[in-house]
């Protein structure tokens, strides 16, 4: 909605202040491949509302093409994240990262399912609810990109 | 349903995800497999396996048959039958031995017991003593068999 820069500072911001408040406990080492895995998806999001261009009607009455869209793109994007975070976790502890990877795999099944459901049912909903709360139409909104 | 060249894209990536996920999870398969069987190399000394047969033909004429079930090196009879099947006993502290009441629900009574066999010198011979005492040797054969006893063999 604001723009690739927009998405990259609030996705680092969000992950550094989960990495002290998460209910898992304080990220540690890990923190700074989480903030970057989520700038990456921020920075996607970014991309990805320039790709869209701009079509008020499609937020207001996405197509069933665009809601698989954001579910496909939300899976390889948490794909992304965990390949980054998994990286995170096998560096220092010295562990291969194939084998990262393949520890990881079913909360990596969990995640991108659950993302995959999340994003295809709520993502225009909570851009319509973000739209209405500042009053402006994400569609117009000024691009930084 | 029209698919533009960024929905192409974006099935692609999707695609993509699915084909990684599908690797990691066969896997992570593949490493709990290999975990497990190093596991039991680890453990060969201290365990073998062992073919368990049970009769129920005077029954109903089922023959099941459990074979290469692991169990511990010097493990007597009984408790690899436990291992396969649910069996009552009762010890009995004269003969120092155990006596089968049941297996699988299936109970001696008055004319039909449970007897059992080792596969020797290819032929069935009668177990010599209570199934508890009888310790089993790697890769032995034995069968329970529900039966009108017949011995002497």
Redesign the interface.
Known sequence: MFGAAFGVALGALTMFINGFLSPWGVAGVVMPYQMAGMALIGFMGGVYRR??GKNPVEITDPP??LN??V???A??LT?AYDVITNIGWALPYGVPI??A??????F??VH?ASNIVFFGSAFFILVRVISNLIGENPWSFRKEV | MEFSKRSLTIFGLGWLTSLVLVGCVAGYYYMECQNLLAKIREYEGCIMRVNICINYKELNGTIVWYNNTLVLAGCDLLSATKKVAVVNYTYWPSQKASFVDAINNVWNNGTHYWMWYRWTDNHWDYGPVGADVYILSPNETIMWRYEKPRYPP
């Open positions: 790709v869209l069933r093409i698989l869209e579910s496909f793109l899976a390889s794909l194939i084998v990877l393949i520890q990881g795999a079913w990596t099944v991108v």
